[in-house]
C-alpha cells in the first residue's frame, strides 16, 4: 500500500476505522481522528472533518467497509449494506463522487454475493483501496495537463480548497501549483478566503504556504480589484459536480468569480476528475445545491456573533458556474475547452 500516515484519508492498519485529519481544526492544529460508528462517519461528512469531492469519495469508500465489517451474522448482509449506504449518501447532496464510491464498493460486494462474508469484505476492501490509488494518479494526470495552461510567474486565483487535503495527493484546482512548485516553478497564487466555511483561508493559505508557494489571501471581494489591475493571470477552482453540457457546481462564489474572470478576459479553469462529470444531469439546473445552517453565516468562525440573531440567511453551499463562463474543464483524460 503506497499511503501513509499523514494522508487526509486512509484506512486503519486493522480495517476497523477510517482515520482523517480533522479539518474543521486547521490550520490551528493537525489531529487525526479514527471514526468506525455510523453516526459518527455521518458527521464528519455533514461537517465537513472530511470535505472535497474527492476526498468525502474515498472516505465513503473505506467508511463503508468498515460498517459492512460490522454487520452482525444474523442480519441480511446486503439489505443493511443497502441502509448504510443509503444514510452515509444522505450526508451531503452535491459531490457526486459521493454516491459514485458507495455504489462502486457495493458493486464490489454484490459481485461477491455468493461467495463467503470474508471474501464478500475482503472485494470491499480492494475496491476502496483502488478509489484511493485511482484518485493520487488522477489528480497527478491534472495536475500536468494543467501546468500547461499557464506560465511561470503568473498570478493565479483560487476558489475554496482543491488541494491534497480535498484528495488523496495534489488535489485538483490546486495541482498545478503544487506540482509545478515542485518543478521549479514560481506561481503567485491569491486565495479567496471563501466565505462561510473559509476553506480558502484555514486550507488553501495552510496547503500553500507548507508547499513554500508564494501566495496572498484576500476576501472573496478583493478578487475584481485585482483582476482589474492585472495581477491575476487565471483562476483555478475544483468541481463538486459537473454536468453533461459543461455547467459546474462547486463552492459557493465560484460562479461570481467566473463572471468577475469573463469581464476583465482572464480564462476560468475547473479541474476535476473525471468521476466527478454526471452523466445524469443534463445542465446545472439538475444539480441539487445543498443548503447549510444559519449560524454558519451568522457566527461559526467569528469570536463574537457578527449577525443579530434571528436574521433571516441564506446559506447556499454550492453554485453552479455556466459553461459559458468556463474556458476548459481538466479532467486526467485531457483539457476540454467550452
Ligand atoms: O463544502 P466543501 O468544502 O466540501 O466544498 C468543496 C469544494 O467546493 C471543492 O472545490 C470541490 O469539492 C473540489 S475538491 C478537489
Not at 459557493?252 to 480564462?267: C, D
Not at 462529470?277 to 445552517?293: A, F, H, Q, S, Y
Not at 474543464?329 to 475547452?337: H, K, M
Request: with cysteine; aromatic share 8%.
Amino acid at each position: 500500500m503506497i499511503y501513509n500516515e499523514n494522508d487526509s484519508v486512509r484506512l486503519s492498519q486493522d480495517g476497523s476505522s477510517v482515520v482523517i485529519i480533522d479539518q474543521t481544526l486547521l490550520p490551528a492544529e493537525k489531529r487525526f481522528i479514527s471514526l468506525s460508528a455510523a453516526e459518527e462517519i455521518y458527521d464528519a461528512i455533514y461537517h465537513l472533518k472530511v470535505r472535497g469531492a474527492p476526498a468525502i469519495g474515498i472516505f465513503a469508500g473505506y467508511a463503508l467497509y468498515v460498517l459492512a465489517r460490522q454487520i452482525s451474522e444474523t442480519e441480511d448482509f446486503f439489505v443493511r449494506l443497502e441502509e448504510l449506504s443509503n444514510y452515509l449518501n444522505s450526508s451531503r447532496p452535491t459531490a457526486v463522487n459521493l454516491s459514485w464510491a458507495l455504489n462502486r464498493v457495493k458493486k464490489a460486494a454484490l459481485n461477491c454475493r455468493n461467495l463467503k462474508r470474508s471474501e464478500i469484505l475482503n472485494a470491499m476492501r480492494t475496491e476502496a483501496a483502488v478509489i484511493h490509488e485511482e484518485d493520487t494518479a488522477v489528480c497527478r494526470k491534472i495536475a500536468e495537463y494543467g501546468l500547461s495552461l499557464i506560465n511561470d510567474g503568473d498570478g493565479i486565483l483560487t476558489h475554496c480548497n482543491a488541494g491534497a487535503l480535498a484528495t488523496s495527493r495534489y488535489g485538483t484546482g490546486l495541482g498545478p501549483l503544487l506540482y509545478g512548485a515542485e518543478q521549479g516553478y514560481r506561481f503567485h497564487a491569491f486565495i479567496d478566503e471563501t466565505r462561510p466555511l473559509m476553506q480558502g483561508a484555514r486550507l488553501t493559505a495552510f496547503e500553500l504556504m507548507n508547499a513554500g508557494i508564494d501566495c496572498t489571501l484576500i476576501c472573496d471581494n478583493a478578487a475584481g480589484l485585482l483582476m482589474s489591475q492585472g495581477k491575476i493571470q487565471a483562476c483555478f477552482a475544483g468541481c463538486d459536480r459537473a454536468a453533461m453540457n459543461g455547467d459546474c457546481a462547486n463552492k459557493i462564489g465560484t460562479a461570481s468569480a467566473a463572471v468577475l474572470a469573463n469581464y476583465y478576459k482572464i480564462p476560468f479553469y475547473i479541474f476535476c476528475p473525471s468521476s466527478t462529470i454526471d452523466k445524469n444531469c443534463r445542465t446545472g439546473k439538475d444539480i441539487v445545491i445543498e443548503e447549510r445552517p444559519a449560524e454558519e453565516i451568522t457566527k461559526l468562525y467569528f469570536s463574537r456573533q457578527i449577525a443579530p440573531d434571528g436574521i433571516k440567511c441564506f446559506n447556499p453551499a454550492f453554485d453552479v458556474t455556466d459553461h459559458s463562463l468556463i474556458t476548459a474543464i481538466i479532467t486526467e483524460n485531457g483539457i476540454f475547452r467550452l
